[in-house]
């Protein structure tokens, strides 16, 4: 236990001024079996920080083969050690120099006990969310419709919003908007992908009776589509593909969907190149607007992201290639769009690689970090920085 003396003894020492400093002075001691693995700290920025205060929690994420992420409840964060090369002491109750009464006119001693120290802590950086895994869970089992009687259903790898909270590194919200794209839906509590043939399916069943009852696309009645509809396929089904290939309108008490032109020519699209390795562009095209609904008009920036236009060499081609198939990660994303064509326009690049931007992140600064440019013929192409093992 330090007296005042000793401490001011100390200060001289140390070559200090006493009217620079405070004058409560904490005699700091450490407690018994004090080790400094006893803690973790974790730097917050304000937005987590009254996220905390208001009674919000935290949630660390990641499978064993995982790096582990943290996420509120509506964004990820990736987690960095630090270190330090001062000690970081845990001392309660220690007050700063605002929160010191300034009525001590003279110098006096607070003991206090170390309960721990660490010399890193945890840094915390927004990231994307990992959403890739989330489509291959959904994918093991998906809905192909309702069994027929006397088939039994398969009920294995079936994921609840709980299952999929402890295996998806990202929010809960950022995973319910991710469900939303992929057209997924709840069936009996456990949230399903829907077979693609089973979605063109039901695509087939209200495109056909759109234009039966010489409906518009922009105005489909809810409950006479169902009712027409249900002897065919459950009326949440229905409903569900309304949901995702339309836009809910209400008009005079009545509900009505104007589908998505955009949406139903691309659903068209991907069923006609998913079995083909590659498709002559023109012949594609034709065979594409002959597929669609009549009055619905193609055009390839409707597959941006979706397919890949070759115009190299000889005829042009179109193969399917969906940005939602390829890495999550950046330098393995990249080598594989160089594997795929050595050199890319920045027309052509940009829907492959915008949602790996971070935050305040362009595809310029991407392409600029992972790619090389040069001109070709009067266009700016990018091509890989380094080489590429084809």
Same mark, same amino acid.
């Given at each position: 236990?330090?007296?005042?003396?000793?401490?001011?003894?100390?200060?001289?020492?140390?070559?200090?001024?006493?009217?620079?400093?405070?004058?409560?002075?904490?005699?700091?001691?450490?407690?018994?079996?004090?080790?400094?693995?006893?803690?973790?700290?974790?730097?917050?920025?304000?937005? #987590?920080?009254?996220?905390?205060?208001?009674?919000?929690?935290?949630?660390?994420?990641?499978?064993?083969?995982?790096?582990?992420?943290?996420?509120?409840?509506?964004?990820?964060?990736?987690?960095?050690?630090?270190?330090?090369?001062?000690?970081?002491?845990?001392?309660?109750?220690?007050?700063?120099?605002?929160?010191?009464?300034?009525?001590?006119?003279?110098?006096?001693?607070?003991?206090?006990?170390?309960?721990?120290?660490?010399?890193?802590?945890?840094?915390?950086?927004?990231?994307?969310?990992?959403?890739?895994?989330?489509?291959?869970?959904?994918?093991?089992?998906?809905?192909?419709?309702?069994?027929?009687?006397?088939?039994?259903?398969?009920?294995?790898?079936?994921?609840?919003?709980?299952?999929?909270?402890?295996?998806?590194?990202?929010?809960?919200?950022?995973?319910?908007?991710?469900?939303?794209?992929?057209? !997924?839906?709840?069936?009996?509590?456990?949230?399903?992908?829907?077979?693609?043939?089973?979605?063109?399916?039901?695509?087939?069943?209200?495109?056909?009776?759109?234009?039966?009852?010489?409906?518009?696309?922009?105005?489909?009645?809810?409950?006479?589509?169902?009712?027409?509809?249900?002897?065919?396929?459950?009326?949440?089904?229905?409903?569900?593909? #309304?949901?995702?290939?339309?836009?809910?309108?209400?008009?005079?008490?009545?509900?009505?969907? !104007?589908?998505?032109?955009?949406?139903?020519?691309?659903?068209?699209?991907?069923?006609?190149?998913?079995?083909?390795?590659?498709?002559?562009?023109?012949?594609?095209?034709?065979?594409?607007?002959?597929?669609?609904?009549?009055?619905?008009?193609?055009?390839?920036?409707?597959?941006?992201?979706?397919?890949?236009?070759?115009?190299?060499?000889?005829?042009?081609?179109?193969?399917?290639?969906?940005?939602?198939?390829?890495?999550?990660?950046?330098?393995?994303?990249?080598?594989?769009?160089?594997?795929?064509?050595?050199?890319?326009?920045?027309?052509?690049?940009?829907?492959?690689?915008?949602?790996?931007?971070?935050?305040?992140?362009?595809?310029?600064?991407?392409?600029?970090?992972?790619?090389?440019?040069?001109?070709?013929?009067?266009?700016?192409?990018?091509?890989?920085?380094?080489?590429?093992?084809?």
């Amino acid at each position: 236990m330090r007296t005042v003396e000793e401490v001011q003894a100390t200060v001289q020492i140390a070559k200090l001024q006493e009217d620079d400093l405070q004058n409560t002075i904490h005699c700091l001691s450490f407690g018994e079996n004090v080790l400094s693995a006893d803690y973790c700290l974790m730097e917050l920025d304000d937005t #987590l920080c009254k996220h905390i205060e208001a009674g919000e929690s935290l949630v660390i994420r990641g499978d064993k083969d995982e790096r582990a992420v943290l996420c509120s409840g509506d964004k990820t964060y990736d987690l960095k050690m630090a270190d330090t090369s001062n000690l970081l002491l845990f001392v309660p109750d220690c007050k700063t120099p605002d929160q010191l009464s300034g009525s001590q006119d003279s110098p006096h001693l607070v003991q206090t006990r170390i309960w721990g120290f660490c010399s890193s802590y945890w840094e915390l950086r927004k990231q994307r969310p990992r959403l890739k895994k989330l489509k291959q869970l959904l994918m093991e089992n998906p809905y192909e419709g309702p069994t027929l009687r006397g088939q039994e259903e398969n009920t294995g790898n079936l994921y609840t919003m709980l299952d999929l909270l402890e295996r998806i590194q990202a929010s809960e919200q950022e995973i319910l908007a991710q469900l939303q794209t992929i057209h !997924a839906c709840q069936v009996d509590g456990y949230w399903r992908m829907l077979d693609f043939d089973y979605e063109m399916k039901l695509l087939g069943h209200v495109t056909q009776l759109v234009d039966s009852e010489s409906w518009s696309f922009n105005k489909v009645p809810l409950e006479t589509c169902l009712d027409e509809l249900s002897p065919l396929e459950p009326r949440e089904m229905i409903e569900h593909w #309304l949901n995702c290939y339309g836009k809910q309108l209400t008009e005079n008490e009545r509900v009505f969907y !104007a589908l998505d032109e955009d949406k139903v020519c691309r659903a068209t699209a991907l069923m006609l190149l998913q079995n083909a390795v590659k498709f002559n562009l023109r012949e594609f095209q034709d065979v594409w607007q002959q597929s669609v609904p009549e009055g619905m008009g193609t055009r390839l920036d409707q597959l941006k992201s979706y397919a890949l236009v070759d115009r190299g060499s000889g005829p042009d081609t179109i193969c399917l290639l969906r940005v939602e198939d390829l890495s999550e990660d950046t330098m393995e994303r990249f080598n594989h769009l160089f594997t795929l064509r050595e050199k890319w326009t920045e027309a052509d690049i940009t829907p492959y690689i915008q949602d790996l931007c971070g935050e305040k992140q362009t595809t310029g600064a991407l392409l600029t970090k992972y790619a090389r440019s040069s001109m070709q013929n009067g266009v700016k192409v990018f091509n890989s920085r380094r080489p590429v093992a084809t």
